[in-house]
């Protein structure tokens, strides 16, 4: 079942010569306005019941105000967005908030904007209470709260009662981890009853690990629409070309649909990437816990470059990164490299994994991260599997040395 469709939603803002020039455009008027901005233009989708969708984009790329447009916040300039059910949303931090009110007085206002009353507010208060954690601070004003104390009290109201969709902007990303893991917990059980999720965030390790789908907005537009591995993968790409006018993106579906992701200005360029057993050389393709392993990467110059930093990440079938380094955070940067020149690097690890199966993915760039200058990133450039033999058993992604001790 459809609980949100959205159909060529567009906003536009504009300046006019003067107020009465305005005036006129409101009635009709061909009025041609001196400027215009359009922070969302012609986007179109639809959200089922218990769908988590993720939005993500640079900063300006138009997510708040598409989340205000879908909320009736903001009227939209052309298109509509049609909501089956009851919305509930936390857009920004203390909106619909008085300073000078208390957090439970508050509560109660912001939570008749909301369409509740204030006999049933009145039965959600202990609750509401309950799950912000915020004390006796809970009858003191607004005005003494730190912003984690806003975004507790902003989260519990608006997850007082399970909504048909929630939407959620930013707003956690204020709160402690603790209260963090906490509201992921709710927004879960929403989920798993039917709820319809929209998480707006710059994490997107919460992304991979919450939402089904993700769309990418750019300048106001959809600019991807598609799995969360393949959308982030694409983003981060995207970011890349800030330093990279002549970036190229490549995707594909591959080994067991790992999703190969290819991206850079391959001004240095990864030749070959193997996956061997230390001691034998042999190339691998299912690991044992525990074994001694080597990435061997051969890497060429395609033109003369100051610095080169090579970086490794593993990431589990989620999508989640489980481990990753460079050189430029073990002091090995290769300084000043002339076209043509070729590099052999080889990465001992131990395979301190637990069972299941994990993409290797391969960064060439310069600084500490991609995006700073994105020669050549390889997501999932090598997918191996992970089995437990001789060893004793255990769950999750890490192997850890342990050892018991008892005493009765």
Not at 250 to 256: M, N
Not at 268 to 290: C, Y
Not at 357 to 365: F, I, P
Not at 386 to 399: A, D, E, K, Y
């Amino acid at each position: 079942m459809t609980v949100l469709s959205v159909s060529h939603l567009s906003k536009r803002y504009a300046n006019y010569a003067s107020n009465l020039e305005r005036f006129a455009g409101w009635f009709g008027a061909a009025v041609t306005p001196t400027e215009e901005f359009w922070p969302v233009k012609d986007i179109s989708f639809s959200l089922s019941a218990g769908e988590a969708l993720g939005l993500i984009g640079q900063n300006g790329a138009g997510k708040s105000t598409l989340l205000k447009l879908i909320t009736g916040t903001v009227r939209p300039t052309e298109g509509v967005a049609h909501v089956r059910g009851r919305i509930s949303a936390i857009l920004e931090l203390g909106l619909g908030f008085n300073p000078e009110f208390t957090g439970r007085q508050n509560a109660y206002h912001a939570g008749g904007l909301m369409g509740l009353s204030q006999a049933r507010l009145s039965e959600l208060m202990p609750h509401i209470e309950d799950f912000a954690e915020i004390g006796e601070f809970f009858d003191q004003p607004l005005r003494t709260y730190s912003s984690g104390m806003q975004a507790r009290l902003a989260f519990a109201l608006a997850t007082a009662e399970r909504p048909d969709v929630l939407i959620v902007d930013e707003v956690l990303s204020v709160g402690d981890s603790y209260f963090q893991h906490k509201s992921f917990d709710r927004i879960r059980s929403f989920r798993a009853a039917g709820t319809s999720i929209i998480l707006v965030t710059h994490s997107v390790g919460d992304v991979r690990a919450l939402c089904d789908r993700v769309i990418l907005l750019d300048k106001g537009c959809v600019l991807k629409d598609g799995p969360p591995d393949e959308v982030i993968d694409y983003y981060n790409a995207l970011i890349a070309t800030k330093e990279n006018e002549n970036l190229n993106v490549e995707q594909r579906r591959e080994k067991d649909q790992w999703l190969y992701s290819r991206s850079g200005s391959k001004t240095v360029a990864v030749e070959s990437v193997a996956l061997t057993d230390s001691d034998s050389g042999a190339q691998i393709k299912t690991a044992f816990s525990g074994q001694s392993m080597t990435i061997r990467t051969s890497i060429v110059a395609k033109a003369d470059i100051a610095e080169l930093v090579i970086g490794f990440m593993l990431r589990d079938r989620a999508g989640h990164v489980v481990w990753g380094t460079n050189t430029w955070h073990t002091d090995q940067v290769l300084s000043n490299l002339k076209a043509g020149d070729k590099i052999e690097c080889r990465l001992r690890l131990s395979c301190a994994l637990g069972q299941g199966s994990y993409g290797l993915s391969v960064a060439l760039h310069t600084g500490d991260v991609h995006i700073d200058s994105n020669f050549d990133w390889i997501e999932n450039v090598e997918v191996f599997d992970v089995v437990n033999s001789g060893q004793p058993f255990f769950i999750g992604t890490s192997r850890l040395e342990h050892a018991f001790e008892i005493t009765r």
